[in-house]
C-alpha cells in the first residue's frame, strides 16, 4: 500500500499545483508531519470557482485516470486518493456555503474568504 500510495500523494499535489499554477498562483510545496500540502504563496485572491478547481482538481482527475488502471490496483489508486482527498473534499464542501461572488486567498492555516462587493478584482 505504501509503494502505491507515496506516487498517489505526489500526483495529486502536483495537480493542485498545476491548477494554481494555471490561475497565476506561485506555490510551494511541503510538509506537515506526515501530510504533504501545496501552498499558494503570493496571496492572490481567487474566486471561489477557481479555488473549488484547485480543491477538487486532484480527486477528480485521479480518480478519472483509476478507472483505466487494472481492477485491482485500480480500486486502490481511488481508494487511497479518495481517502487523501479528505481535507480537500471538506473545505470545498465549506466553501460551497460561501457567497458565489467571494474570493479566497490561501494562507499556511487553510483559506480566507473575501466577500466579493470587498474585492478589487
Do not use: W
Not at 501552498?39 to 480527486?59: D, Y
Not at 485491482?72 to 458565489?100: H, P, Q, R
Amino acid at each position: 500500500m505504501v509503494v502505491i500510495f507515496i506516487p498517489i500523494i505526489f500526483v495529486h499535489e502536483l495537480l493542485h499545483g498545476a491548477v494554481y499554477r494555471l490561475f497565476g498562483g506561485k506555490i510551494r510545496f511541503g510538509f506537515k508531519g506526515l501530510y504533504a500540502y501545496t501552498q499558494e504563496t503570493s496571496c492572490i485572491a481567487l474566486h471561489r470557482t477557481k479555488f473549488l478547481l484547485v480543491l477538487l482538481a486532484s480527486v477528480t482527475i485521479i480518480s478519472m485516470t483509476s478507472v483505466f488502471i487494472p481492477k485491482s490496483i485500480g480500486g486502490i489508486v481511488f481508494l487511497l486518493n479518495l481517502l487523501g482527498s479528505t481535507g480537500d473534499l471538506l473545505m470545498a464542501f465549506y466553501l460551497c456555503k460561501s457567497n458565489e461572488n467571494s474570493y479566497v486567498v490561501d494562507e499556511s492555516y487553510g483559506f480566507d474568504v473575501v466577500d466579493g462587493n470587498l474585492q478589487s478584482k
